[in-house]
């Protein structure tokens, strides 16, 4: 077992390793562009030992987006064969080839951390950033509500890809017309870490239904089948919008209409409560119907700034069935599998949000919680994911938001 200050050494390496000028990947070989939320906790990891690497980080993610304010969760910026879908599958429109899709909105919240770590270095960096994010706030706000509460227009968008929040939604998608394609990710992982070919067959349906509409919004939403209200894409981008309006006020911004949205999403949060499941929850905006997962994202609330008694009571519960962290689904669902991407396995991501809104709320089972990925990491190394049981590592390996994770939360070394 490696000790704290050795694990801090190799986190950096990781970083560094799969730094490519300007941009992070998440590892090497299954993930080889820059990925959106990845590049947001990379710059977290980063503002830890070079700050000026961190604010790069978000501003080359930045630079890939549209002029309708989207920031795509793929930026192509090198050609990579080994990795499919591709740009020319998707067809963005963007000045970076891209996915015409987003991801959860966590950057405005990692910037300010940024932005705290150093605020003479952040007031010369944050001018251009404010409004950019600003600008991809409001195309979720215009574009992603559902009386309030943020939807998902594609699994990936939500970032838990094979969630069985999306199983409802997903079994209306006849992709019989999707035709012959191979893919990558399986050649670099287990198959049964990753998601399904059922599955699969379905994301790349919704992302050539995307394609063949241009990424135009508006039919978009007269057309995609699939539109899920989703507690990830509503916590975070509630928490975004008070970081932004914090750093806007710190700046001497006018933050009126980020703060009628934060009063808009606070409301939509409630629409996402799932009275019989006890429970936030997913919800098919098609169908109406509640997906009936507690997942990772339930736990969310704290991170966005809500109370939450209730999901104490939940979180205990789920917690009694696992050794590390919080696992994505919970265990005692039929659909619980342990190695599985987002249908049982713990993430070291979600982990931090959860823990970091506890700590912030006063709750003693953020500290509790940290302790745990401090010892997962350290048991089990930088993976992408583990099982909740054994700690046993599962996907990915040398893992840029791992060990951003453990750099700016779970090391003992950090500075909480």
């Given at each position: 077992m490696a000790g704290s200050r050795s694990l801090d050494n190799i986190a950096r390496e990781i970083l560094r390793g799969n730094d490519k000028g300007g941009y992070t990947i998440p590892t090497s070989g299954l993930y080889p562009y820059q990925w959106n939320w990845d590049s947001a906790f990379a710059a977290l990891g980063f503002a830890r030992f070079d700050i000026d690497r961190a604010w790069t980080e978000i501003e080359t993610l930045f630079s890939g987006q549209?002029?309708?304010?989207?920031?795509?969760?793929?930026?192509?910026?090198?050609?990579?064969?080994?990795?499919?879908?591709?740009?020319?599958?998707?067809?963005?429109?963007?000045?970076?080839?891209?996915?015409?899709?987003?991801?959860?909105?966590?950057?405005?919240?990692m910037?300010?951390?940024?932005?705290?770590?150093?605020?003479?270095?952040?007031?010369?960096?944050?001018?251009?950033?404010?409004?950019?994010?600003?600008?991809?706030?409001?195309?979720?706000?215009?574009?992603?509500?559902?009386?309030?509460?943020?939807?998902?227009?594609?699994?990936?968008?939500?970032?838990?890809?094979?969630?069985?929040?999306?199983?409802?939604?997903?079994?209306r998608i006849n992709p019989q017309k999707v035709g012959e394609y191979t893919r990558r990710d399986t050649t670099h992982v287990d198959s049964a870490m990753r998601p399904t070919k059922y599955d699969y067959d379905r994301y790349v349906w919704l992302v050539q239904l995307g394609k063949r509409l241009k990424w135009n919004e508006a039919e978009l939403l007269k057309h995609n089948p699939f539109r899920v209200a989703d507690p990830t894409m509503t916590f975070t981008l509630l928490r975004a919008q008070r970081?932004?309006?914090?750093?806007?006020?710190?700046?001497?911004?006018?933050?009126?209409?980020?703060?009628?949205?934060?009063?808009?999403?606070?409301?939509?949060?409630?629409?996402?409560?799932?009275?019989?499941?006890?429970?936030?929850?997913?919800?098919?905006?098609?169908?109406?119907?509640?997906?009936?997962?507690?997942?990772?994202?339930?736990?969310?609330?704290?991170?966005?700034?809500?109370?939450?008694?209730e999901m104490k009571t939940v979180l205990n519960d789920v917690l009694k069935t696992v050794r590390y962290g919080?696992?994505?689904?919970?265990?005692?669902?039929?659909?619980?599998?342990?190695?599985?991407?987002?249908?049982?396995?713990?993430?070291?991501?979600?982990?931090?949000?959860i823990g970091t809104g506890m700590q912030e709320m006063g709750m003693p089972e953020g500290a509790a919680l940290r302790q745990s990925t401090c010892d997962l990491i350290t048991e089990h190394g930088f993976a992408e994911y583990f099982d909740p049981h054994d700690g046993s590592p599962a996907g990915g390996d040398s893992f840029t938001w791992t060990a951003a994770v453990w750099l700016s939360w779970a090391s003992p070394n950090a500075d909480n």
């Open positions: 549209w002029d309708n304010g989207m920031v795509p969760h793929i930026l192509f910026h090198r050609a990579d064969p080994g990795y499919f879908p591709g740009p020319e599958v998707w067809g963005g429109t963007g000045p970076v080839p891209s996915s015409g899709i987003s991801q959860p909105p966590i950057a405005a919240t910037v300010k951390r940024v932005f705290d770590k150093n605020p003479e270095i952040g007031m010369q960096r944050i001018g251009p950033l404010f409004d950019k994010i600003a600008a991809w706030h409001r195309w979720f706000m215009d574009w992603r509500l559902d009386n309030g509460a943020v939807c998902i227009t594609h699994p990936w968008e939500a970032g838990r890809d094979n969630a069985p929040d999306w199983d409802g939604a997903m079994a970081d932004l309006a914090t750093l806007g006020r710190a700046i001497g911004r006018d933050v009126n209409d980020i703060e009628q949205s934060i009063d808009i999403l606070r409301d939509g949060a409630k629409t996402l409560w799932n009275e019989q499941l006890g429970s936030y929850d997913s919800r098919d905006v098609r169908s109406g119907e509640w997906s009936g997962s507690i997942s990772n994202a339930s736990f969310l609330c704290w991170y966005a700034g809500l109370k939450s008694t919080i696992p994505s689904y919970d265990p005692r669902g039929e659909k619980f599998d342990a190695k599985r991407y987002w249908r049982g396995p713990v993430w070291g991501i979600m982990n931090m949000l």
